[in-house]
């Protein structure tokens, strides 16, 4: 093949209209991610992005809004045990699951629904 993919860009999650002060709490406050600023002819659309690392998590504005339940994107932590205690700190809900072998992981939904993996490769 004459082309290669070199990574992902960003992962889009939806919410629903008027949401970015949530999502600004969710995602900034209590995940840690940095709010970067979204080019001017976006905001119009509504929505907020984040970035950790090189990598960008985009939340877009969708009406009428029906939450992803199950497609996610998956996130490798370092101390996952300390994120757990965190979000309980944060009385953010998750759910650990055991079936992936070679890794602890959890899932938590965002304030809008939409499913997050999170995980540490053991």
Known sequence: MSFIFKSIDHVQLA????SETIA?????EILGFQEIEKPE???KKGGVWFQFNTYQIHIGIEEPFTPAKKAHPAFEVENLDALKMHLNQ?????MV?????GANRIY???PFGNRIEILEWI
Do not use: Q, S
């Open 15 to 18: 919410a629903p209209k008027g």
């Open 24 to 28: 600004r709490k969710f995602f900034g």
């Open 41 to 43: 002819k976006l905001r």
């Open 90 to 94: 944060n009385e953010v809900n998750f």
């Open 97 to 101: 699951d055991t079936d992936l072998p």
């Open 108 to 110: 938590v939904h965002d």
